[in-house]
C-alpha cells in the first residue's frame, strides 16, 4: 500500500527498503546504523547538515500554478517557479530516491483536529524522519487507521545535489511549494528547518483562504487554573520561547499557532528551540528536553565524552534542538488554548530607543503586526554575522504567502471583537545603541511580561510617547522607574532624541515602500519622525 503511494508521488519502482511510522527509537537506532549522527550523554541524537546550517531563503520557491497565481504576494520573499521547472527538479528528486531506502511518517498539522491537515513527510535520512516525527502532532493509532490520502506530502532529498545552471536555480538547494499538486520538494540541504518552515507556509496559506484563522509565527501559553491564554510574536533573538516558556504557565506551543474562533492551537507536536549558550540555569526546561528522542542539529559534541557544547558556534550560531512539546514539563499536552486576552509583541531594539513595554492601540498594534521590526541575530540566516536591524513582516515574513495587509486585517478583527489587549516589549538595548549600551535586563522582563498578563499594568500612570505613538506605563513592580521611560538611561538627550527619529523614519519609509494601501488610520498609528 505505501509502495503504491509512493509510485503516486513519483516514485516508481522502488528498489529500496521503506520504514513507515516508525518510533522514535527505531529512528534512532536507524540514524546511527547509517552514521547519520551520534548520541550524545544525554541521550540526543545529534546530527551535523553540512553547508546549510540555515534556512536558504534564495532557494525557496512557490510554484506558479492558476489555483495561487491571483492569490500569492510574489516578490523576493515568495518567488515564482514555472512548473515545468517544477516537473523537471521533481522528476530528478524521485528518481534519485528510486533506489534510496525511505523513511515515511505521518502526521497532522495543527492539534485541533477541526482544523488539521494531514502531512506525510517521505525522507531518505531517518534523522530527519525523526524530525518530522517530534515536530509534528502525532496521529493515535485509531487516526492513523483512519488517515487516507494526507492533505499535503513533503518530500525530501537532502543529499542530492542539483545542477543550478540546468534548472534556472540559485544553487545544488532548492525548496519548491505546489499547491495544485499538494506537495512540498526539498532537495540540496540538510538542514531541517526547510521542511519546518515549509509546511508552516503551507498553512499560512491554507488557513485564512479555507478555514478563515490567522496563522500566527508566535509562542503561546496559558494559566492553568484560569485558562488565559497569551500570544508571544517575536523573532528569533528578541525572547519569544524564553518568555513564554514560564514555569508558572502551560505552555501551547513555541512557534507556529492559529486563532480560530474557537481560540488558539498549535500548529506542531514539538519544539525547535536555538540551542546556542543554553544551560540550565537560563533555560531550564529547554535545556532538560535534550534527551533520548531529542535531535540536536550543528552542535559540537566531544568525541569520547559525548557532552554537547553548547556554547561552541564553530559550526554556526544557528544551533538547533528539536523535541517533542511533552519534553517540557507544564506543556499543554492538548496543544490548544482558549482566545487570547493578552498579545505581546517582542523586538530586540538595537538603536537602544523604544520603551522596554508599551500598550499599543488596534490600529498601533496592526501597524507593529505587519512592520514586525528587530534586530536579526547572528546565525539565523545564511550571511548573518552580526545583529543588523531588520523588518520582518508579521513577525515571519518568508512564510506568509499572502498578502502582509490580510493577515493584518484579520488580526484587527479579533482584537476588536474578542478585546484582546496587546502590548509592545523591547528586549533589547537601553541607555545607548547596540555596543554602547546594556540589553535590558531579563528579570525587568519578565516582570513586564507578568505585569501585561496579569492586568496589573493598567493600573499605572502611562504617558504618551510622541515619536513611537505608543502609551508607556511609568511603574511596573519590580522594574526600576527610570528603565521605562528609554530617554532617562541615556546620557545624552539630545543623541537619544535624534536617535529615536532615525529610527521612526525607519519605520515609515519600511511602510511606505511596502504597504501603500495601508489603511489611513493604521498608517497614523505608528512611530513618526516629524
Known amino acids: 500500500m505505501i509502495e503504491d503511494y509512493l509510485a503516486k508521488c513519483g516514485i516508481t519502482n522502488h528498489t529500496g527498503a521503506t520504514v513507515l511510522d516508525a518510533a522514535p527509537a527505531v529512528l534512532v537506532e536507524d540514524a546511527l546504523a547509517r552514521h547519520e549522527g551520534v548520541l550524545t550523554n544525554t541521550g540526543a541524537l545529534a546530527v551535523t547538515t553540512g553547508k546549510y546550517t540555515g534556512r536558504s531563503p534564495k532557494d525557496r ?19 515564482p517557479m514555472k512548473e515545468e521547472t517544477y516537473q523537471a527538479i521533481k522528476q530528478e528528486v524521485c528518481g534519485y530516491l528510486a ?40 496521529p493515535n493509532a485509531d487516526e492513523l487507521k483512519a488517515y487516507g490520502e494526507p492533505d499535503f506530502t513533503v518530500i525530501a532529498a537532502p543529499m542530492l545535489k542539483l545542477d543550478a545552471q540546468k534548472y534556472g536555480i540559485h544553487s545544488e ?39 478563515n484563522i490567522l496563522p500566527m509565527h508566535s509562542s503561546c501559553n496559558m494559566d492553568p487554573k484560569t485558562g488565559d491564554t497569551a500570544v508571544f510574536f517575536g523573532l528569533s533573538g528578541t525572547g519569544k520561547t524564553t518568555l513564554s516558556a514560564d514555569p508558572n504557565r502551560a505552555l501551547i506551543g513555541d512557534d507556529e499557532h492559529g486563532w480560530s474562533d474557537d481560540g488558539v492551537f498549535n500548529f506542531e507536536g514539538g519544539c525547535y528551540a536555538k540551542a546556542i549558550r543554553i544551560s540550565y540555569v537560563t533555560e531550564p526546561q529547554i535545556y532538560s528536553a535534550i534527551r533520548f528522542g531529542a535531535i540536536a542539529e550543528n552542535v559540537i559534541v566531544d568525541p569520547e565524552t559525548r557532552e554537547p557544547d553548547y556554547f561552541d558556534g564553530s559550526l554556526t550560531e544557528n544551533t538547533r534542538v528539536a523535541y517533542p512539546v ?29 520603551p522596554p513595554i508599551s500598550r499599543l492601540s488596534k490600529e498601533a498594534a496592526m501597524y507593529h503586526f505587519v512592520s514586525g521590526f528587530t534586530s536579526k541575530v547572528a546565525g539565523t540566516e545564511r550571511g548573518i554575522t552580526e545583529p543588523t536591524p531588520t523588518f520582518s513582516t508579521l513577525f515571519g515574513e518568508p512564510f506568509m504567502p499572502l498578502n502582509p495587509l490580510v493577515y493584518a486585517d484579520m488580526f484587527g478583527e479579533r482584537m476588536e471583537k474578542y478585546g484582546t489587549r496587546v502590548y509592545l516589549i523591547n528586549t533589547g538595548w537601553t541607555g545607548g545603541p547596540y555596543g554602547v549600551g546594556k540589553r535590558i535586563n531579563l528579570s525587568y522582563t519578565r516582570a513586564m511580561v507578568t505585569a501585561a498578563l496579569t492586568g496589573a499594568i493598567e493600573s499605572a500612570p502611562f504617558v504618551h510617547h510622541d515619536v513611537f505613538n505608543v502609551d508607556v506605563p511609568q511603574h511596573i513592580e519590580g522594574v526600576p522607574d527610570i528603565v521605562l521611560n528609554p530617554r532617562s538611561t541615556w546620557e545624552d538627550k539630545l543623541a537619544y532624541d535624534a536617535q529615536a527619529k532615525k529610527l521612526a523614519a525607519m519605520f515609515e519609509k519600511n511602510a511606505a515602500e511596502k504597504y501603500p494601501d495601508m ?3 493604521v498608517r497614523a498609528a505608528g512611530p513618526t519622525s516629524k
Open 519 to 521: 489603511d489611513d488610520a
Open 61 to 79: 520557491f512557490i510554484v506558479d500554478t492558476p489555483d495561487v497565481h491571483e492569490k500569492i504576494a510574489w516578490g523576493k520573499v515568495n518567488m
Open 326 to 354: 511533552e519534553y517540557i514539563d507544564n506543556a499543554q499536552l492538548l496543544g490548544h488554548g482558549g482566545t487570547p486576552k493578552v498579545v505581546i509583541m517582542l523586538t530586540a531594539d538595537a538603536f537602544g530607543v523604544l
Open 99 to 138: 533506489d534510496k531506502d525511505l523513511f515515511v511518517v505521518r502526521g497532522y498539522a495543527g492539534a485541533d483536529r477541526k482544523y488539521s491537515r494531514k502531512f506525510t513527510v517521505i525522507c531518505e535520512r531517518a534523522s530527519q524522519a525523526l524530525f518530522a516525527k517530534q515536530m509534528l502532532v502525532r
Open 173 to 211: 538547494a532548492c525548496v519548491m511549494i505546489n499547491f495544485q499538486e499538494r506537495k512540498i520538494v526539498i532537495a540540496g540541504t540538510q538542514y531541517s528547518g526547510e521542511i519546518k518552515k515549509s509546511m508552516f507556509s503551507v498553512m499560512n496559506y491554507l488557513m485564512p483562504t479555507e478555514e
